[in-house]
């Protein structure tokens, strides 16, 4: 019996000590950095699904990690993975974790690229890459740009635009330039030639024909009177009867300056004021500039908020005091239907923004109120005795948020 007494605590405290610190946690930040951040053993499960709870909470979510977990009976890896996209512009690496697409434009010569990535950093599939090098100007005027730095198809469609919209009766060409450096290479033109040319051929054909009609007519008023009438009178009568030769007038659309001074009104109850500037003869052109009051919000860098004041997880302590900013710069096209009405349609940048101050003194966009980003606008004109009466409609967008603005515009145009 004493034997039997003995086993079985030999037993009992042999499998006291194999479960003692059985089960086993480390966790490893394997992306950006490979490094461990915790590691620990736990007598029981319970104790360690209670670390591996409220570690998981502390993790960092710009990085990516592995826990590796050992109980008595098996081994397990899950992954947490933060990091499932990588973008690169110009150089410089930046890691989220949803998947991003570069800007429409660029104020500086910019190359994207962007690739999903494994756990560990690496690339999954192919990677995205987009080239902002481009650069449209007239061939005339190569150092006044009409387009920031945008990429291929967007530099042809804005060279062929111009194109389109210019008079037969003027030659126009259209460079692209690439930068590859600060000095920027030609890399493609656009022109009318082909249009222009054949404009010149059909106004020629046209004088061809009025000289030939008119020498026509000279030549058959004597053949007619030849029996009626001597021939020296005859001939003085087809002298007098010859008109001088009128030239070839071709009617053409007046260029037409205007300027308005306008008002405008959000949907968020901003005001502001400014001015528009342009010229149209078929087609044409105009920018545009308005302002309110209050720039406080106009720091592009300050901290954004959500609707309801929290930037990211912290709430700031607010003070009781707030601005409106609203700018907005934008130019466009414009279209003459008749000698009365016109329409435009533009693009630029607006920030029409709502700012809370904090108790230190430091100001905080109100995302939920707030767009910060591209101006877009459609409207009419109608110009009567060069008295000129706008109505545009205008949305500004950070693509996450909407603002709608009314504008309307009182000038005065002027014929070129």
């Given at each position: 019996?004493?034997?039997?007494?003995?086993?079985i605590?030999?037993l009992?405290?042999s499998?006291?000590?194999?479960?003692?610190?059985?089960?086993?946690?480390?966790i490893k930040?394997?992306?950006p950095?490979?490094?461990?951040?915790?590691?620990?053993?736990?007598?029981?499960k319970?104790?360690?699904d209670?670390?591996?709870?409220t570690?998981?909470?502390?993790?960092?979510?710009?990085?990516?990690?592995?826990?590796m977990?050992?109980?008595?009976?098996?081994?397990?890896?899950?992954?947490?993975?933060?990091i499932?996209?990588?973008q690169?512009?110009?150089?410089?690496?930046?890691?989220?974790?949803?998947?991003?697409?570069?800007?429409?434009?660029?104020?500086v010569?910019?190359?994207?690229e962007?690739?999903?990535?494994?756990?560990?950093?690496?690339?999954?599939?192919?990677?995205?890459k987009?080239?902002?090098?481009y650069?449209?100007?007239f061939?005339?005027?190569?150092?006044?740009?009409?387009?920031?730095?945008?990429?291929?198809?967007?530099?042809?469609?804005?060279?062929?635009?111009?194109?389109n919209?210019?008079?037969?009766e003027?030659?126009?060409?259209?460079?692209?330039?690439?930068?590859d450096?600060?000095?920027?290479?030609?890399?493609?033109?656009?022109?009318?030639?082909?249009?222009?040319?054949?404009?010149?051929a059909?106004?020629?054909?046209?004088?061809?024909k009025?000289?030939?009609?008119k020498?026509?007519e000279?030549?058959?008023k004597?053949k007619?009177?030849?029996?009626?009438?001597?021939?020296?009178k005859?001939?003085n009568?087809t002298t007098?009867?010859?008109?001088p030769k009128?030239?070839?007038?071709?009617?053409?659309?007046?260029?037409?300056?205007?300027?308005t001074?306008?008002?405008g009104?959000t949907?968020?109850?901003?005001?502001?004021?400014?001015?528009t500037?342009?010229?149209?003869?078929?087609?044409?052109w105009?920018?545009?500039?308005?302002?309110?009051?209050?720039?406080?919000?106009f720091?592009?860098a300050?901290?954004v908020?959500?609707?309801?004041g929290?930037?990211?997880?912290?709430?700031?302590?607010?003070?009781?005091?707030?601005?409106?900013?609203?700018?907005s710069?934008?130019?466009?096209?414009?279209?003459?239907?008749?000698?009365?009405?016109?329409v435009?349609?533009?693009?630029?940048?607006?920030?029409?923004?709502?700012?809370?101050?904090?108790l230190?003194?430091?100001?905080?966009?109100n995302?939920?109120?707030s767009?910060?980003?591209?101006?877009?606008?459609?409207?009419?004109?109608f110009?009567?005795?060069?008295?000129?009466?706008?109505?545009?409609?205008?949305?500004?967008?950070?693509?996450?948020?909407?603002?709608?603005e009314?504008?309307?515009?009182?000038?005065?145009?002027?014929?070129?």
């Open positions: 019996m004493k034997k039997v007494v003995i086993f605590l030999s009992f405290i499998t006291v000590a194999v479960a003692q610190n059985g089960y086993r946690v480390e930040q394997v992306f950095k490979s490094v461990s951040v915790y590691s620990n053993a736990f007598n029981f319970r104790e360690m209670n670390a591996i709870s570690q998981t909470a502390k993790l960092n979510g710009n990085s990516n990690y592995q826990i977990i050992t109980t008595p009976s098996d081994k397990e890896t899950r992954n947490i993975q933060n499932n996209w990588i690169t512009v110009n150089g410089i690496k930046s890691f989220h974790k949803n998947k991003t697409s570069p800007n429409k434009f660029y104020d010569a910019t190359v994207w962007g690739y999903s990535c494994n756990i560990d950093g690496s690339r999954k599939g192919k990677a995205e987009k080239e902002f090098v650069r449209v100007a061939a005339d005027t190569p150092n006044d740009f009409k387009t920031p730095f945008v990429d291929l198809n967007t530099a042809k469609n804005e060279a062929i635009g111009y194109i919209a210019a008079l037969q003027e030659l126009v060409e259209i460079v692209i330039y690439r930068f450096t600060d000095v920027p290479s030609v890399f493609h033109k656009e022109s009318n030639r082909e249009q222009h040319n054949a404009y010149l059909k106004l020629e054909a046209e004088k061809s009025e000289i030939a009609e020498s026509k000279v030549t058959e004597p007619e009177n030849v029996v009626a009438q001597n021939p020296k005859e001939h009568d007098s009867t010859m008109e009128k030239p070839l007038v071709i009617k053409k659309n007046p260029t037409i300056t205007f300027i001074l306008n008002g009104y949907n968020t109850e901003n005001l502001s004021v400014g001015v500037f342009g010229q149209v003869k078929k087609f044409g105009f920018a545009s500039v308005m302002t309110g009051f209050n720039y406080d919000g720091d592009l300050m901290p908020s959500d609707a309801e929290f930037v990211g997880e912290s709430f700031p302590f607010y003070k009781d005091e707030y601005a409106k900013t609203v700018f710069v934008m130019g466009g096209g414009v279209m003459r239907l008749n000698d009365m009405i016109y435009k349609a533009g693009l630029g940048f607006g920030n029409r923004s709502l700012s809370w101050k904090t230190d003194n430091r100001w905080v966009r995302g939920g109120y767009a910060v980003g591209l101006d877009a606008s459609v409207g009419a004109m110009i009567l005795k060069n008295f000129v009466v706008s109505l545009d409609g205008v949305v500004t967008t950070n693509f996450s948020n909407v603002i709608f009314g504008r309307i515009g009182l000038g005065y145009s002027f014929n070129l």
